[in-house]
């Protein structure tokens, strides 16, 4: 069984940039969450994704979105880079989006300078 | 909305010895999910222990024990005979079982776990 795996492990990005984190999901698993962990923090959601569709948001910008894909697998993308973006964003997999454990990646570390 | 306190940024443990990790939580829901994870330099988070809030009975994972308070709003994590592996940032967090924030888990500030030799 695979786990839950993301891409690349760190990134550098300026100010304006744009930037894109992928993850894949635990093999069986097709939803995935996205959590932002700012230095000192616990994670904050940022969403979920279902079968390919949005499936809760927290309180983030339209600048953060997603995409899932048919294998679920998913994207992370921030537009206009902010340095409060830099953080190691994580993301989870589960098996459906009630009650069932979300595996979690070992996260993108995301450097804006 | 939910939110998840953990008041002791640090702790730290002889080792072999039993340390207790604390949690507060708010939530005007009878029912939900109550977690700890660990996570350790690797970065990766790992679930350490679950509590249903429906259960009275505590959980209990080998060495690893909890303290659910429901009326309290308390949820503490009791590791016995500590090891150097258990060192690494443990995180509280709280799951709703049904409405539109169903999916997601609100996390603590975390408490950073030194354990000596």
């Known amino acids: 069984e695979t786990g839950v795996t993301q891409s690349p492990t760190h990134l550098i990005k300026t100010r304006g940039q744009q930037v894109t984190l992928r993850c894949s999901s635990q093999?069986?698993?097709?939803?995935v969450s996205w959590y932002q962990q700012a230095l000192g923090q616990g994670p904050q959601f940022i969403f979920q994704?279902?079968?390919?569709?949005?499936?809760g948001r927290g309180n983030f910008p339209p600048r953060f979105s997603g995409l899932q894909f048919p294998n679920y697998s998913s994207e992370l993308n921030v537009n206009a880079l902010e340095l409060d973006d830099s953080a190691l964003y994580l993301c989870?997999?589960?098996?459906?989006?009630?009650?069932?454990?979300?595996?979690f990646g070992p996260g993108t570390r995301l450097t804006v300078l | 909305a939910q939110t998840v306190t953990q008041s002791q940024p640090e702790m730290s443990v002889q080792e072999a010895e039993t340390v207790t990790l604390s949690c507060t939580y708010d939530?005007?829901?009878?029912?939900?999910?109550l977690f700890w994870y660990k996570q350790p330099p690797s970065r990766q988070m790992i679930l350490v222990i679950r509590?249903?809030?429906?259960?009275?009975q505590n959980a209990t994972e080998n060495r690893f024990s909890v303290n659910f308070q429901k009326a309290a709003k308390s949820f503490s994590l009791k590791i016995s005979d500590s090891q150097l592996g258990d060192a690494a940032m443990y995180f509280c967090?709280?799951?709703?079982?049904?409405?539109?924030?169903?999916?997601?888990?609100?996390f603590g500030r975390g408490t950073q776990l030194t354990v000596w030799p």
């Open positions: 989870a997999s589960s098996l459906g989006t009630n009650n069932n454990e979300q595996f």
């Open positions: 093999s069986g698993h097709n939803t």
């Open positions: 994704y279902y079968r390919e569709e949005e499936n």
């Open positions: 939530t005007s829901e009878s029912d939900y999910y």
């Open positions: 509590q249903e809030a429906y259960k009275q």
């Open positions: 967090a709280y799951r709703n079982v049904r409405g539109s924030t169903l999916g997601r888990l609100y």
